[in-house]
Nanobody, 122 residues
Framework: QVQLVESGGGLVQPGGSLRLSCAPS????????MDWSRQAPGKQRELVAA???????NYADSVKGRFTISRDNAKNTIYLQMNSLEPEDTAVYYC????????????????WGRGTQVTVSS
């Protein structure tokens, strides 16, 4: 089973920046549309940003103008550039895809990462 792995989380001061990455745990043939979501203690899970295989993007109002989602299809990797971070951005960030195809032709309907912690604090 192929899984996604997030990286790049950490502690940053308000106004700072972080860049999250998400990639499959092993070599794959292709990956579908992908997205980032987050969940903070005591809050509902929130879809942060999404990107299609063609590069079309969508953002939650809470992060629009501050976050940028992108993908590198050659590396089957997506990124979330987070600028002007606020304490309210503190959460565990998860990545997700709707499709993974292996080199052997096997297809997973979807996959999720285990999450990476982002903490914004002075």
């Amino acid at each position: 089973q192929v899984q996604l792995v997030e990286s790049g989380g950490g502690l940053v001061q308000p106004g700072g920046s972080l860049r999250l990455s998400c990639a499959p745990s092993g070599s794959i043939f292709s990956i579908g549309s992908m997205d980032w979501s987050r969940q903070a203690p005591g809050k509902q899970r929130e879809l942060v940003a999404a990107i299609t295989t063609g590069g079309s993007t969508n953002y939650a109002d809470s992060v629009k103008g501050r976050f940028t989602i992108s993908r590198d299809n050659a590396k089957n990797t997506i990124y979330l550039q987070m600028n002007s971070l606020e304490p309210e951005d503190t959460a565990v960030y998860y990545c997700h895809t709707d499709k993974i195809e292996t080199h052997q032709g096997l297809i997973e309907a979807g996959a999720w990462g285990r999450g990476t912690q982002v903490t914004v604090s002075s």
